[in-house]
Every structure is written in structure tokens, then in C-alpha cells.
């Protein structure tokens, strides 16, 4: 990055904006809005309250054009492997294009769209013979957070026929066994959701869904129609007893944060149906298409992006908080976290060099009413300066009297915080200070349905993607997460056999203590 004779200027630059404070920007130029917002059908985004100037973004600019963004955009759409580390594309894009679809794809919607309406319709039933009423996802990481958040956000128009959606993925076994408890086994369908097939967490809690299951049938075939498989590893989920139409597959070139997507959504199929789906992929696809052929001055996605490395890069800001005004929302940081963090926290450059500096910085965040009873006192009066994204949709959900006055009351609450991060106030002592010049994006959207949050989505995808190109890094693969999964392979094993050889004199400790403990029980 900072080889580009651009970054030269807006070292400079940054230095100079470090000095001034953010509310003089709207001070001094009364057309700061106009100036400093873009807008495509059904989304505004006002980067206003962001601490730059039309000089500054002129020279971020100029940035992406010398990092060769427009060619990297083009390769990403072209279906390039630009995955480099593991050899392939990175093709979510093409899974939304419903126009153009690959052969593959549109074979495996036809065996999705089949397997929606035979639950819908009834046709599918359990050991009993009665239908299901409750389908339990099971799936970690990208196999859970993106259809998590979707269905959550959708659960008011969820489909007269639809069943009841649930989600575990955690591999100490707790939600799953207090799930169970609420649930029938004899109309309850499991979902395993698993890009390798081979991750424990999932396996470990769909042997138990299974065990579950089989101590209320001793018939072979009806435990299995309690089971579908979304995965790209075919074999394995054949080894694990999955009948042929209960598997449905998607493909490698599919990465696991950006595969709800691919049939990893199908309990977004369920709850909204195939056209709920189908929306919530033309969503993401407007986005692609505004993000593949608008000029980077206007084109939200680079802008987003532009703006995080001016933040970061130039400014020194390392904490990004994500605060989305509407409670149906409440998974939207969680699934930013794991796209941004497992995307761009990297270290090293496409090469293989060491990058000299910083990448990712961290998300958190909450749905904003409440994390104004919680964390805003560091963003008001701490010593962090951070960035925060605040998300917003315009139309009240009915027009009911008591609908319209919360709707409007969320969001006083939503612009009051924006503008007092943005222009501070001077206390009658340094208690009440508040110092102001903390900076924010607001994405404003029509209204919460599935195409406006494809479009949501797609928009940080691709805001992640610009940022990787100017900081020369592979958003697509993962491999940070790999050595904790392997240690934790033989910890299980030295556990159950009580040995602690080789390990550190921290883990023993713990093991020792942890084993007396269990002892006096
Ligand atoms: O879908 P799988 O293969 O079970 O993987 C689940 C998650 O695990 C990860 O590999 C990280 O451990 C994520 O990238 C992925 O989304």
C-alpha cells in the first residue's frame, strides 16, 4: 500500500486531519451532505460525519485507481482464482446473478426448491408419519451466522406454512440438549450444515441430534428423513448416512463466510420461501451489479472501503463498531465479525511479505438502543478514538400510532448519538466534557426486507473486498484458524488418557486443578 505515490499525499494529509476537529467540517462547508453521501435505489449512504476532506478523498481516490482496483474488481466478476492460497475462485458473486446462473447452480436451486416445498407441503414426514414442525440448523461459522442473522431479522414474515427455524453450533453441547428439551422428536428436522463435513462441532452435535432421534425409533429408515446435508464434500456426507435426495451441494469455490448464498441458506428457503430467497439474492445482485459499474466516486462499496483505510491507515482508529437501530438486527455484528476479522485479519501480503501496516481492525457492536445503555460512555468520554457504522430503515413496519412513535423515537435516538459522537459539548466541568470528533457512516435503507439486507450484505462483502486490494492481502482463506483446531485434536486426546506430556506449565496447571476439582464430585 503504501508503495502508491498517493499514499505519499495522504500520509500528509492524515497528519493535517488529526490536528482539526470534525464538527469545523460542517462548520465551514454548509453543503457537506450533498458533498459527502452516495445513494443507489433503496440504500443512502452519508459518510459526512467521517473526518475528510474533498482533497482527502480525491487522493484515496487516486489510491484505488494505483492499487489497480478496477482490475481486481473485474477479476473477482470474471470468476478468477484469486483465492490464491488454496487455488481457486472466490464466486459467491455468480450465486446471485439468477439471470445467468451456472448450470450446477441452478440444478442444485431445482433439488432446493423441491425439498422447500415437499416440507411445506407436508410431503416430507418423520419416523411417525407425521410432518415436521421445527427444523434445527446445525453449522458453525459461516454455516451458521449468515442464515442465523437472515431468518432472525425475517421472522415476522415468515410463511404461513413455514416451520419454526433454530440454530446451534456451539460444540459444548448446551444449546443443543436445551433445545431438545422444548422440541418433538417425532416432528423435528435436522439440518447438519457443514462446507468440509469434517468440522467437529457440527459432527459431534449431529451424532447427538442422531443419538436423540434414535432413542425414540428403532426404524432405520425414518430416523433418516430426519436428516438433510448442505455441504461441498458429497462423500462425506454419503459416509455419514444422508439419503441422495437429502443432500444438497454447493462447491468449493463458494468461501464459508459468503455461503448462505449457496444452499447453506436453506433455512432462509424455508422460512421465506424459494422467492423470499430469490429476493434476497436479487438484492445482493444490484449491489454487485452498482459495485462492477459505478464510477468509484460514487459507488458505495468503494467509497465504504476507501473510507475504513483512510480511518485506519491515516488516522490511527483500530476499533470499528457496528450499530444497527432495529432489534431484528441483533446478529448483524456477529456475522461482521467473522466476514471482516477470518477475511482481512491478516499479516502478511499476497506474497507472502510481511505487511508494514495495519489490516482489519476490530468489530464489535450491538443492536444501538442498547448499546447506548452500554459501551457508548468509551465512545463519548473514553480515550479510544473509533469508528462506528450506524444502520437505519426508513419505513416503520405499520402505521399503527404506537408503531410510528417508537419507529420515530429509534430513530432520534440513532441520529442524537451520531450527532453528539460528531460535535461533542464542553461540560461545566471535565466530567461532563465530551470531546466530540468521533467519526461515523449511516446506511440508510428503505425498509428491513430480504432483498434491502442482500443488498446490506453484499455491501460489506464488497467493502472488505476493496479494503484487501489496497492492503494487498487474501480476504478468502483462513488458515489462522487452522493451529487451535489441530492443538485442540490432541488436548482431547491427552485429556482422556490423563497425560501432560509436552505441554506448557499453564495448560498443566489448569488440567491438574481442573482434574482435582472433578475428583471431589
Ligand atoms: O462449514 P464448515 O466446513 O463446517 O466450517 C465452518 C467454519 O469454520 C471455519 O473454517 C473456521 O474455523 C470457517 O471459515 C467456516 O465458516
Known amino acids: ?275 423470499g430467497f430469490y429476493a434476497f439474492l436479487q438484492g445482493a445482485h444490484e449491489m454487485d451489479e452498482h459495485f462492477r459499474t459505478t464510477p468509484f466516486e460514487k459507488n458505495v462499496a468503494v467509497l465504504m472501503g476507501l473510507i475504513g483505510i483512510w480511518n485506519i491507515n491515516l488516522l490511527g482508529l483500530m476499533g470499528q463498531a457496528i450499530l444497527p437501530y432495529d432489534s431484528r438486527m441483533k446478529y448483524l455484528a456477529s456475522y461482521l465479525e467473522q466476514l471482516e476479522m477470518e477475511s482481512n485479519g491478516k499479516h502478511v501480503t499476497r506474497d507472502g511479505e510481511k505487511v508494514n501496516y495495519r489490516t482489519c481492525p476490530i468489530l464489535w457492536g450491538e443492536v444501538g438502543p442498547n448499546a447506548q445503555h452500554a459501551f457508548y460512555q468509551l465512545m463519548h468520554q473514553g480515550t479510544e478514538r473509533v469508528m462506528a457504522d450506524f444502520i437505519l430503515f426508513a419505513k416503520p413496519t405499520d402505521q399503527k400510532p404506537r408503531t410510528v412513535y417508537h419507529h420515530n423515537l429509534n430513530i432520534a435516538n440513532c441520529l442524537a448519538q451520531s450527532r453528539a459522537l460528531m460535535i461533542g459539548q464542553k461540560g461545566e466541568n471535565p466530567h461532563k466534557d465530551y470531546p466530540g470528533g468521533q467519526v461515523s457512516s449511516t446506511i440508510l435503507l428503505d425498509t428491513l426486507d430480504a432483498r434491502h439486507l442482500g443488498m446490506l450484505i453484499a455491501l460489506y462483502e464488497h467493502k472488505v473486498f476493496v479494503q484487501s486490494v489496497i492492503w494487498n492481502i487474501n480476504p478468502f482463506d483462513q488458515w489462522g484458524v487452522e493451529l487451535g483446531k489441530k492443538i485442540a485434536l490432541q488436548i482431547l486426546q491427552q485429556i482422556e488418557n490423563r497425560d501432560l506430556t509436552d505441554l506448557d506449565a499453564s495448560t498443566q496447571g489448569i488440567l491438574t486443578n481442573l482434574w482435582k476439582t472433578q475428583n471431589e464430585n
Do not use: C
Not at 448446551?174 to 422444548?182: N, R, V, Y
Not at 432462509?268 to 422467492?275: D, E, P, T, W
Open 1 to 275: 500500500m503504501k508503495q502508491w505515490p498517493a499514499y505519499q499525499a495522504l500520509a500528509e494529509y492524515g497528519n493535517e486531519a488529526k490536528q482539526r476537529h470534525l464538527a469545523s467540517l460542517f462548520t465551514e462547508n454548509p453543503q457537506r451532505f450533498e458533498q459527502f453521501h452516495a445513494k443507489l435505489p433503496g440504500m443512502l449512504f452519508d459518510y459526512s460525519k467521517q473526518n475528510i476532506s474533498a482533497e482527502e478523498r480525491n487522493s484515496l481516490l487516486e489510491l484505488a485507481e494505483q492499487a489497480n482496483l478496477k482490475q481486481w474488481i473485474d477479476k473477482l466478476f470474471a470468476g478468477e482464482k484469486i483465492n490464491i492460497t488454496e487455488d481457486r475462485a472466490a464466486g459467491h458473486v455468480f450465486l446471485r446473478d439468477l439471470t445467468n446462473p451456472k448450470a450446477e447452480v441452478k440444478a442444485e436451486w431445482q433439488k432446493m426448491e423441491t425439498l422447500v416445498k415437499r416440507i411445506h407441503s407436508h410431503q416430507l414426514r418423520g419416523f411417525s408419519g407425521k410432518p415436521f414442525t421445527d427444523v434445527v440448523n446445525i453449522g458453525v461459522g459461516g454455516s451458521d451466522l449468515g442464515p442465523l442473522m437472515i431468518t432472525h431479522a425475517l421472522d415476522d414474515s415468515k410463511l404461513a406454512d413455514a416451520p419454526d427455524i433454530h440454530f446451534v453450533s456451539t460444540l459444548d453441547g448446551k444449546q443443543l440438549q436445551s433445545l431438545l428439551k422444548t422440541l418433538n422428536a417425532e416432528t423435528t428436522l435436522f439440518v447438519i450444515a457443514s462446507k468440509s463435513f469434517t468440522t467437529i462441532d457440527t459432527l459431534s452435535l449431529a451424532r447427538t441430534a442422531h443419538e436423540w432421534i434414535s432413542s425414540f425409533s428403532q426404524s432405520e429408515q425414518g430416523i433418516k428423513q430426519h436428516f438433510i446435508g448442505l455441504s461441498t464434500n458429497q462423500a462425506k456426507m454419503d459416509e455419514w448416512g444422508l439419503l441422495p435426495d437429502h443432500q444438497l451441494l454447493f462447491w468449493d469455490w463458494v468461501g464459508g463466510r459468503f455461503s448462505m448464498w449457496s444452499t447453506i441458506g436453506l433455512t432462509i428457503a424455508l422460512q421465506q420461501g424459494m422467492s
